[in-house]
């Protein structure tokens, strides 16, 4: 059961930043928000995962809201090779599942 | 290279001719699990493995069995194909089960069954 909710899609400017939003209004207490992305003909690729504080890395920023009921992912400078779908999911950490939606798909215009 | 490889890539085969699609990871991950991804679905777990001889089912194992001899691979057999088993199939593992773990994919292994 998908436990977070996206827009299917959205559009972008290459080179601008993208706010990629996430309802998971019945998380618990101690579940972790992880998001991946899938390109094109690939697998599943990680991209950030976080808890409550905001969290950046090398490909984007989590920023988690103070009620943890809603997230976004943020691209700082969406490139032609960031068009993918892209997954919000809350990971169950008694059996390790990964539930995913139909996330968002993200097309980025040149 | 820290990586999930499955094979094969792509196959067609036949209405209950028994199968396997390989998983390999070089990890030392304890966690592997398997999803399929079908259109307006999304991707739904099928086994996972927490470690070595111990494997549960997940949200759609009708049709699938696994096994879990060495941690380092986890195939997916199907026993007796049918149609409503096309569909594009992921092998992920991660460190532990844990929620605060990333979690590595495989490149799908695409399956058609005539």
């Known amino acids: 059961d998908a436990k977070t909710t996206q827009p299917n899609s959205m559009e972008s400017n290459e080179e601008e930043p993208v706010h990629l939003p996430c309802n998971h209004s019945t998380i618990s207490g101690t579940d972790y928000i992880h998001w991946y992305r899938q390109l094109p003909s690939q697998g599943p690729e990680y991209v950030i995962h976080?808890?409550?504080s905001n969290v950046n890395n090398r490909m984007a920023s989590l920023a988690i809201a103070e009620d943890r009921k809603s997230s976004t992912l943020i691209l700082h400078r969406a490139t032609l090779r960031d068009a993918a779908v892209y997954y919000c999911i809350l990971r169950d950490k008694v059996y390790g599942q990964f539930y995913f939606g139909t996330g968002t798909s993200l097309t980025v215009i040149p | 290279e820290a990586q999930v490889t499955q094979n094969p890539r792509y196959l067609i085969t036949v209405t209950g001719k028994k199968l396997t699609v390989t998983c390999s990871q070089n990890m030392n991950h304890e966690y592997m699990s398997w999803y399929r991804q079908d259109p307006g679905l999304g991707l739904r777990q099928i086994y996972y493995?927490?470690?070595?001889?111990?494997?549960d089912k997940g949200d759609v194992p009708e049709g699938y069995k696994v096994s879990r001899k060495e941690k380092r691979n986890f195939p997916l057999i199907l026993e007796s194909p049918s149609p409503n088993q096309t569909s594009l199939y992921f092998c992920?593992?991660?460190?532990?089960?844990?929620?605060?773990?990333?979690?590595?994919f495989g490149q799908g292994t695409r399956l058609t069954v005539v």
């Open positions: 992920a593992s991660s460190l532990s089960r844990g929620d605060n773990t990333e979690a590595f």
């Open positions: 976080g808890l409550t």
């Open positions: 493995s927490m470690n070595v001889e111990v494997t």
